[in-house]
């Protein structure tokens, strides 16, 4: 069984930096995609930034350049260091995961299926 535990949230101020990891286990995929995500209060769940087992990377245009996403090969695990937090990244983030045979990693969270249970990040002004 699939298991993925995130860690790393808390509460920053705006500028401020928090890494987000996402321990997984139970993952015996060779082709994989791994994703973050994230929900704000009253706003659908969106992609945050997304890795495939080839290494490739995928952000959504509003944290590029600010957050980047990495991956432990050895154990599946996998981060989110984000820096220059705003006010706008406040929200709850999710890791998720899915097995994949194309190159491409879907930014739809509804093409995930094994989630974590999300930590909370809040960025304040």
């Known amino acids: 069984e699939v298991q993925l535990v995130e860690s790393g949230g808390g509460s920053v101020q705006a500028g401020g930096s928090l890494r987000l990891s996402c321990a997984a286990s139970?993952?015996?995929?060779?082709?994989?995609?791994l994703g973050w995500f994230r929900e704000a209060p009253g706003k659908e769940r969106e992609g945050v930034a997304r890795i495939h087992s080839d290494g490739n990377t995928y952000y959504a245009d509003s944290v590029k350049g600010r957050f980047t996403i990495s991956q432990d090969n050895s154990n599946h695990n996998m981060f989110l260091e984000m820096n220059s937090l705003k006010p706008e990244d406040t929200a709850m983030y999710y890791c998720?995961?899915?097995?994949?045979?194309?190159?491409?990693?879907?930014?739809?969270?509804?093409?995930?299926?094994?989630w974590g249970q999300g930590t909370q990040v809040t960025v304040s002004s």
């Open positions: 998720a995961a899915r097995a994949e045979r194309s190159s491409y990693c879907s930014r739809a969270p509804n093409d995930y299926n094994y």
């Open positions: 139970g993952y015996g995929y060779s082709s994989y995609c």
